[in-house]
C-alpha cells in the first residue's frame, strides 16, 4: 500500500553543499550525484562555478545567512564548512545558519571540521539536528603545492620530509559525507578520516615521480627556509608557526591510519599512488 504521508521533501530530497566549489566541495557533489541525490550547490560566483549537468547552483553566502533562505527552500540534508568570505575567516554565523535551516525543514548537517573548535561546529552541534563531523587529516591534494616546482624543475623543495602523514583522498572525505547526509546511522557521530597508509614526504614525492614517469629530486629545507618561502609566498606569520609546528609535530591523529571510509562507505580508503596517477598531468 502507498504511503500517502510521503512529503515531496522525502520523496525527491535535495542536499544544499556549501563550500561547494572547494577541493572538498566539489567531492560531495561529486559523490551526492553519482547516489543519485538530487544537488543543490551554494557559491558566491555561479558564473563560475563549472558544474556538471544536473546540478543546480544557487547564489549564496554564508557570512550572510539572510541570503541561505531560497537557497535551503526543499533541502533535508546540509553540507557545511567552518570558514566563510573571501578571507576564509572562521564563521560567526552559525546560530543564524542551523536556525534557518531548522525552519526549512533541514534534518541532517555534515560539517567539515577546521582543525579545531569554531563557532559554526559549535553551533551544529547544539543545533537540534541529526549533525555529522568531519575531521579529514591533510588532503592528498595538497601536494598540488609541489605542482609548479616539480613540472618546471624537477624538484620538490620541503621541511621535515621524514614526518609520516595518514593523507586522505579527498573523494574519500566527499563519500563519507554523502553517505552520512543520504543514510540514517551516522547522527551524533565524529568521523576522524585518513588514507589507507602514513607515508613520509619521500615516498609520496617517490609516488609523483614514479605516476609521472620522471624523476624528481626532494631537497630538504630547514625550518627557517621553509618560513622563508612561506613568507615569500604571502602566509601571515601565525599560519606559518601552525603550519611548520603541524609538520615538525604531527600529531598521532595525523599520522596514524584509521578504518572510518571502510567502515561508512564500504569500499576501501583510495591510495595516494592512486591520487598521483589520477594527478599525473599537473607535474609533467
Not at 27 to 47: H, M, N, S, Y
Not at 191 to 211: C, D, F, S
Amino acid at each position: 500500500m502507498t504511503n500517502t504521508n510521503t512529503t515531496a521533501a522525502e520523496a525527491h530530497p535535495i542536499h544544499l553543499v556549501s563550500g561547494a566549489t572547494g577541493t572538498v566541495g566539489r567531492e560531495v557533489v561529486r559523490e551526492l550525484l553519482e547516489r543519485g541525490q538530487r544537488v543543490r550547490a551554494l557559491t558566491r560566483d555561479p558564473a563560475k562555478a563549472g558544474f556538471p549537468e544536473g546540478v543546480e547552483t544557487v547564489r549564496g553566502d554564508l557570512t550572510d545567512p539572510a541570503s541561505l533562505k531560497d537557497a535551503l527552500a526543499g533541502v533535508t540534508g546540509l553540507h557545511l564548512i567552518t570558514f566563510g568570505g573571501a578571507a576564509f575567516q572562521p564563521l560567526e554565523t552559525g546560530p543564524e545558519i542551523i536556525r534557518t535551516a531548522r525552519d526549512a525543514g533541514v534534518r541532517r548537517v555534515t560539517v567539515l571540521n577546521g582543525g579545531g573548535p569554531t563557532p559554526l561546529e559549535d553551533a551544529v552541534r547544539a543545533g537540534g539536528l541529526d549533525w555529522t563531523v568531519l575531521m579529514p587529516v591533510e588532503f592528498m591534494a595538497n601536494a598540488l603545492e609541489w605542482a609548479e616546482e616539480a613540472r618546471t624543475r624537477d624538484t620538490v623543495r620541503a621541511p621535515f620530509v621524514d614526518r609520516l602523514s595518514a593523507l586522505v583522498h579527498e573523494g574519500d572525505i566527499g563519500a563519507v559525507a554523502a553517505v552520512a547526509l543520504t543514510e540514517e546511522g551516522h547522527a551524533g557521530k565524529e568521523y576522524l578520516i585518513t588514507g589507507p597508509q602514513a607515508l613520509t614526504v619521500r615516498e609520496k614525492v617517490a609516488a609523483i615521480a614514479g605516476a609521472r614517469g620522471r624523476d624528481i629530486e626532494l631537497v630538504e629545507l630547514s625550518e627557517e627556509e621553509a618560513a622563508e618561502r612561506m613568507r615569500a609566498e604571502g602566509q601571515d606569520e601565525y599560519t606559518i608557526a601552525w603550519l611548520l609546528d603541524v609538520y615538525k609535530n604531527t600529531p598521532p591523529e595525523g599520522r596514524t591510519v584509521v578504518d572510518t571510509v571502510q567502515r561508512v562507505t564500504g569500499r576501501p580508503a583510495r591510495s595516494f599512488a592512486a591520487w598521483a596517477e589520477a594527478h599525473a598531468p599537473a607535474f609533467r
